[in-house]
T-cell receptor, first 115, second 109 residues
């Protein structure tokens, strides 16, 4: 297993366009997270899945953001009508959820630039 | 809800010891994890404390006091490559993992 992989690594788009990112978690991991990170800040929680069920979506997230994990394996994050404020690193992480210890494995991220 | 507090920046000399503190407030607390993130890289897991006391892993140790809602990461024999951001992250059972703004450690010669 090569770990968590994200595609693409970089995305440049024009304001108003839609973008979609993909995350392939570690195969046996049942939990998958999406975070957003800007310079000097910690990873900001966006949403997470347990298998194919989306357990929570950040209240700070607008309706332009949607995520899916259709078969409990890979996940996609779509941003519609992108804005310049969406420019950030989008990180995916997966874990084998455990009531006492949850260790997250992160992908390398997708760097989004909205022009 | 959850709140986390860490110093925003710490500077230490190569070869020295540095302690990065974390105070937290979260319901249903299970344990405290630490992650390291180098500039331009993704966070990587460092350690986890479920019980009070010190856990040692090589040059890094992590401490937890559940009664004080407090933990710290101790880095010994600092190396230049330890310059990075460090995040504490409480685990709360089956709730999501969230991060604060972290501590940026700068190691100087």
């Amino acid at each position: 297993d090569t770990g968590v992989s994200q595609d693409p690594r970089h995305k440049i788009t024009k304001r108003g366009q839609n973008v979609t990112f993909r995350c392939d978690p570690i195969s046996e991991h049942n939990r998958l997270y999406w975070y957003r990170q800007t310079l000097g800040q910690g990873p900001e929680f966006l949403t997470y899945f347990q298998n194919e069920a989306q357990l929570e979506k950040s209240r700070l997230l607008s309706d332009r953001f949607s995520a899916e994990r259709p078969k409990g394996s890979f996940s996609t994050l779509e941003i519609q009508r992108t804005e310049q404020g969406d420019s950030a690193m989008y990180l995916c992480a997966s874990s084998l959820s455990n009531a006492t210890n949850e260790k997250l494995f992160f992908g390398s991220g997708t760097q989004l630039s909205v022009l | 809800g959850q709140s986390l507090e860490q110093p925003s920046e710490v500077t230490a000399v190569e070869g020295a010891i540095v302690q990065i503190n974390c105070t937290y407030q979260t319901s249903g607390f299970y344990g405290l994890s630490w992650y390291q993130q180098h500039d331009g890289g993704a966070p990587t897991f460092l350690s986890y404390n479920a019980l009070d006391g010190l856990e040692e892993t090589g040059r890094f140790s992590s401490f937890l006091s559940r009664s004080d809602s407090y933990g710290y990461l101790l880095l010994q024999e600092l190396q230049m490559k330890d310059s990075a951001s460090y995040f504490c992250a409480p685990s709360a059972g089956y709730q999501k993992v969230t991060f604060g703004t972290g501590t940026k450690l700068q190691v100087i010669p």
